[in-house]
């Protein structure tokens, strides 16, 4: 069916779509700020005693346990996709969520570092669903140059969340004695109990897939479902899953796009990550902030992030582009490792915080939004997502490491290692916009038909730049 069969108004289509922002990106949204929270909360922990406490300073005990999550992280992601569709985004997603909300918890009261270490490792098992899941929930119910904008307002959450963190976790730090527990240990405590509660809401409040038969509490009606299946499916023609077939979701892996765009939000998050886990430390041990005060700093470069984000991803669903948005977000990065680590004065450094951080958190809904426009299939998506994901995921280890203990507190290896990578990501859309050019012209010249490996083709679709 055509989007106009269903009879409804242009306001009322709108009307449609405004609800599911409101239900759909509001909750995911809310979910990933606990997500993002509760796996970057060790550098606002450590400061506040847990490195002291646990022995953290001798070796590279730090780096252990901010890495061991991304282990079983990845090595979890690639069924979460099929399993989501299985199961529901609201019985998976939801109880992924309390469960890791009850291991952040438990680390509150650990005594040895090794113990912390083992509680990580579970909570990466729990978190390693969420994330693709999300990523692919949001693509199936938003047209190619929809799924931006929605992509930032989702990850604009969970940049407001690492934005508050530190000044929630500073606050938090007050209640040290309470119970006989020091500071950190309520840090993870109370975001713990946070998780916990919007897991549970989560249940009531996520959507499903707009082909799925399932109910979903209070929603949209099913006419109104059956008109954003049509809306998705005229525009890329795939909106409904082919039977599972694991032989065709592994074949996947052929295709070197999916690993380019991979290795792009691999680059990227090696920056995220290691802002995320040590910014805290490069404020306290290197610009000279004090402790309350670099907990606290941690906020405006993520509000400015925000911002950056929801204005690149704005212009480019607007004039249909992703490649130039994330040569435009590498270049501040570009710009701001140099000034954030060499320049002599903390204030000038602090502007740099600003430009890398803005520019490495807006390259990843700019990032997901390039390879949603550019994939096509539901299977073919879903493996591309948890691919994706897990890709970001090893960034993750990346991040972690590249700011060693030894090269504390200027961490110059680290901010290089980031440069790079920023460059990196843009010989990356240069290749990748060079063979979308040459495939798209083909096809323009009827030589060939774009992404023809899906059961449910229908031609005319071309690589967005």
């Known amino acids: 069916a055509s989007p106009d069969d269903f009879g409804f108004t242009e306001?009322?289509?709108?009307?449609?779509?405004?609800?599911?922002?409101?239900?759909?990106?509001t909750t995911v949204g809310l979910m990933y700020c606990v997500s993002l929270m509760d796996r970057t909360n060790l550098?606002?922990?450590?400061?506040?005693?847990?490195?002291?406490?646990?022995?953290?300073?001798?070796?590279?005990?730090?780096?252990?346990?901010?890495?061991?999550?991304?282990?079983?992280?990845?090595?979890?992601?690639?069924?979460?996709?099929?399993?989501?569709?299985?199961?529901?985004?609201r019985r998976h997603l939801a109880a992924i969520t309390i469960l890791w909300g009850c291991c952040t918890i438990g680390m509150g009261f650990?005594?040895?570092?090794?113990?912390?270490?083992?509680?990580?490792?579970?909570?990466?098992?729990?978190?390693?669903?969420?994330?693709?899941?999300?990523?692919?929930?949001?693509?199936?119910?938003?047209?190619?140059?929809?799924?931006?904008?929605?992509?930032?307002?989702?990850?604009?959450?969970?940049?407001?969340?690492?934005?508050?963190?530190?000044?929630?976790?500073?606050?938090?730090?007050?209640?040290?004695?309470?119970?006989?527990?020091n500071g950190w240990s309520w840090i993870f405590i109370i975001q713990g109990l946070i998780t916990c509660v919007l897991g549970v809401g989560g249940y009531w409040f996520l959507v499903d897939f707009p082909d799925s038969?399932?109910?979903?509490?209070?929603?949209?009606?099913q006419r109104e479902r059956d008109f954003v299946c049509a809306r998705v499916h005229a525009d890329r023609g795939d909106v409904q899953a082919p039977p599972f077939n694991l032989k065709n979701y592994l074949s996947v892996s052929g295709d070197w796009r999916v690993w380019a765009y991979g290795l792009l939000f691999f680059n990227t998050t090696t920056t995220t990550y290691a802002l995320a886990y040590f910014l805290p430390l490069i404020l306290n041990g290197s610009l000279g902030f004090t402790v309350a005060e670099a907990q606290c700093l941690v906020a405006p470069p993520y509000a400015l992030a925000g911002i950056v984000m929801y204005g690149t991803s704005y212009l480019g669903d607007k004039y249909h582009l992703r490649g130039p948005v994330v040569m435009f977000?590498?270049?501040?990065?570009?710009?701001?490792?140099?000034?954030m680590g060499f320049h002599k004065n903390a204030a000038v450094r602090y502007f740099g915080i600003f430009l890398t951080t803005a520019g490495a958190n807006s390259n990843v809904p700019a990032a997901m939004s390039y390879q949603a426009n550019n994939i096509r299939g539901q299977w073919k998506r879903a493996f591309a997502s948890a691919t994706f994901v897990s890709m970001g995921g090893i960034g993750g280890i990346a991040g972690s490491l590249v700011f060693r203990q030894q090269d504390y507190p200027t961490y110059k290896p680290g901010l290089i290692a980031c440069l790079v990578t920023a460059v990196a990501n843009l010989v990356i859309v240069v290749i990748l916009t060079v063979h979308a050019y040459v495939q798209n012209k083909k096809a323009d010249r009827g030589e060939k038909e774009l992404e023809t490996d899906d059961e449910d083709y229908q031609p005319g679709f071309r690589y967005t730049y």
């Open 11 to 25: 306001e009322e289509q709108k009307s449609i779509m405004k609800r599911v922002d409101r239900r759909l990106v």
């Open 43 to 89: 550098g606002a922990a450590n400061i506040a005693g847990m490195d002291v406490d646990l022995g953290l300073k001798i070796g590279s005990r730090y780096s252990v346990v901010s890495l061991v999550f991304f282990v079983t992280y990845i090595i979890f992601q690639p069924p979460s996709t099929v399993i989501v569709r299985k199961l529901g985004p």
């Open 110 to 181: 650990v005594k040895r570092w090794d113990q912390l270490a083992a509680l990580r490792v579970v909570l990466g098992v729990l978190e390693a669903g969420f994330f693709p899941s999300c990523v692919y929930l949001l693509s199936t119910w938003y047209t190619r140059f929809e799924v931006g904008v929605r992509n930032s307002l989702f990850y604009l959450l969970g940049c407001v969340a690492a934005a508050f963190a530190g000044i929630l976790a500073y606050g938090i730090m007050q209640m040290k004695g309470l119970g006989g527990l």
């Open 213 to 221: 038969k399932r109910a979903t509490w209070n929603f949209l009606g």
């Open 329 to 339: 977000n590498m270049m501040l990065v570009i710009i701001g490792v140099p000034i």
